[in-house]
């Protein structure tokens, strides 16, 4: 007579631990942003409200694995910024300006990014614009394939 509350440990109903929160990745991603914001940061949003729930809702199609969303958002949080501290500056102009190429010089020329930051953002423009824009449906072009078929690390933003 077996006992019924004796608790089967048949491997075949088993799960190894790396397992059991794998999946989508969600937890994976919100535990890496969460590691790049750190905690107990303080933050100015160039606009206030307005660019943090741009912000914010870049992060969450992040973490919800929405890389061509991300990556619109993303980079609109990144020229709003730019603008918006142009135009703090009283450089309404700059700040106005239509051509995402510019407002990237204008940072540069100003130390708020790097020549490398400035050729990764030129890049990943690159690819917002693949996706946001119509383009040749049968292009090959590896970067904008891989955001598609959500391989977003195999994607180089670098020069």
Known sequence: MTDRYALDFDLTYSVKSEDILKGTGR???????????????????????????VFQEAADTFINGQYIASIALGFSFIERTIA????????????KTRNNSQLLDFAKERDWLTDGEVTALNNLRDVRNYV????????????????????????????
Do not use: C, T, Y
């Not at 994976?28 to 729930?53: A, C, N, T």
């Not at 918006?84 to 700040?95: D, F």
């Not at 040749?136 to 690390?153: C, L």
């Open 27 to 53: 937890l994976e991603r919100l535990s890496w942003l969460h590691e790049k914001i750190g905690k107990g940061g303080i933050f100015f949003f160039q606009d206030g409200m307005r660019s943090q729930i």
């Open 84 to 95: 918006g501290r142009l135009w703090h500056l009283n450089e309404k102009r700059k700040a």
């Open 132 to 159: 946001v824009h119509f383009k040749d449906p049968d292009s090959a072009e590896m970067k904008v394939r891989n955001i598609f078929e959500k391989q977003p690390r195999s994607v180089d933003f670098e020069a």
